[in-house]
């Protein structure tokens, strides 16, 4: 049986490549409520972040039916980590629509 040849794809992304960046805060922003991890054993899926290439990176991750924003500050005495709080998922893309939009912090 013939298999066709498949031409070999190292990487359809080009370098470098960035992510999405958050947008500079905008006045009157709103203020997210950042908390410390929740100790939880949910297994938690990360849907979208923004790009490494940042000290600061936010995730938007999904949980237990719920979704949250992760945020991790890499500073030189390490990373710290902080969630938003838990919101159903058509309430979080909002605001991590407005996070990117620099409409939310
Ligand atoms: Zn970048």
């Known amino acids: 049986m013939d298999t066709p040849e498949k031409p070999v794809v190292e990487s359809l992304i080009p370098g470098p490549y960035h992510g999405v960046h958050v947008a500079p805060l905008q006045k009157g ?3 997210i409520r ?3 991890p929740a100790q ?3 297994r938690v ?3 979208r972040h ?3 290439c940042k000290a600061t990176i936010y995730e938007l991750c999904h949980s237990g039916g719920l979704m949250f ?3 991790t500050v ?3 005495d390490g990373a710290h980590v902080h969630e938003s709080d838990r919101l159903v998922t058509a309430r979080m893309e909002v605001l991590w629509l ?3 939009l620099g409409e939310a912090r």
Do not use: M
């Open 69 to 71: 924003i992760r945020r």
């Open 74 to 76: 890499r500073g030189p």
């Open 34 to 36: 950042w908390l410390p």
């Open 50 to 52: 923004t790009c490494e």
């Open 98 to 100: 407005r996070l990117l």
């Open 40 to 42: 939880r054993s949910d």
């Open 45 to 47: 899926r990360v849907r």
């Open 29 to 31: 922003h709103e203020k």
